[in-house]
């Protein structure tokens, strides 16, 4: 943790200033070990291996914990030059979001959800400074990918109670995350909490009859929540191997012959949960993420008009990622173009 971070962050339960203390630092003399603590001293919160830690347990989001340890590079860009994803999460941002390299150069940006932080390299890539929040020990992750990188801070934390000063950042966003805890509505409200005033924030959830909304996921999700006292991840895990392997390429055979192939669609809806990504890394990863979260919850358009109302949202675009996302403004300001 870079020292300059500190005047953003404050007690997620009482709002209040905190101070550090270092204890260990790290060679390039970032943060290593250290206490944030209220003034009266009676609230702390632990700095571990760099990392400002705001909650004591990952709660709902175990399994993005297990994910993104395991799958931690996966999707970063720098990981898929000349394969089939190449160029897959830039793009994605860049059509969530429409935040330019002009519009990120300089700026302070947060990401609710930030996993093993993919979408903060594209931030960093482009000359923004990137605050990450996740509940999860994905932390662990995105703190070894931006270990020597002074531009970025990894939080540990809620981001339904995020530890942040409000009007700290000049924009924010969310991507594929807020579905994942019991309240959306207010992970966005929060988002907007902690952007300034004009400030663009961003947004994309699962949207209702999509994929995660399919029977078969539904079924496969309950049956790994209901089962993993007992066997862990390894049910999980071993599906999505075999969908990934195995299911996939059986699927697209299907396709191909002209009889049967609606079929194959039916298959994937009702009985097998299967991704039509070229690359078995993705695929297994995101089969795997499907069908493990505690919370996954599937919104309609009308939801998050009405979600980014309730947060003070007076300026609202819909993007083109699918019926779910979309980009608004703090406020009563006009959007700036943040497009190229």
Request: aromatic share 12%; charged share 25%; glycine share 10%.
């Amino acid at each position: 943790m870079q020292t300059k971070f500190g005047d953003i962050l404050c007690c997620p339960k009482t709002g209040a200033n905190l101070h550090l203390r270092v204890s260990e630092i790290f060679e390039d003399g970032t943060v290593k070990s250290g206490t944030l603590v209220n003034e009266e001293g009676t609230i702390q919160y632990p700095i571990v291996r760099g990392v400002p830690r705001f909650v004591d347990e990952e709660l709902y989001a175990e399994s993005f914990g297990y994910e993104w340890q395991k799958w931690s590079r996966v999707q970063f860009d720098s990981e898929n030059v000349g394969g089939p994803m190449a160029g897959h999460t830039e793009k994605m941002f860049d059509t969530i979001t429409g935040f330019s390299e002009e519009f990120l150069k300089g700026k302070m940006i947060v990401e609710f959800g930030c996993g093993p932080g993919r979408f903060l390299d594209v931030v960093r890539r482009r000359g923004g400074i990137t605050v990450g929040i996740d509940m999860s020990m994905a932390v662990e992750s995105a703190r070894e990918n931006f270990k020597d990188d002074p531009g970025v801070l990894i939080v540990q934390g809620d981001i339904l109670n995020p530890p942040f000063r409000k009007n700290s950042f000049d924009a924010g966003y969310s991507i594929g995350v807020l579905h994942h805890t019991p309240d959306p509505a207010k992970g966005l409200e929060k988002l907007f909490g902690v952007v300034k005033e004009n400030g663009q924030v961003a947004c994309s959830v699962y949207s209702k009859e999509g994929l995660y909304d399919y029977p078969s996921v539904t079924i496969y999700r309950k049956i790994h929540n209901a089962s993993k006292s007992l066997f862990g991840n390894k049910l999980a895990l071993g599906y999505a191997h075999f969908s990934a392997h195995i299911l996939y390429h059986a699927l697209l055979l299907l396709r191909r012959i002209p009889k049967v192939r609606y079929f194959a669609g039916y298959l994937e809806k009702y009985v097998f949960v299967n991704v039509n990504f070229p690359d078995p890394r993705w695929r297994t990863l995101d089969v795997f993420d499907a069908i493990t979260p505690s919370y996954a919850s599937t919104h309609t358009p009308e939801e998050l008009i009405s979600w980014f109302s309730a947060a003070g949202c007076n300026n609202l675009t819909q993007r083109p990622w699918g019926t779910t996302t979309f980009v608004g403004v703090k406020g009563k300001g006009q959007r700036e173009s943040v497009e190229k």
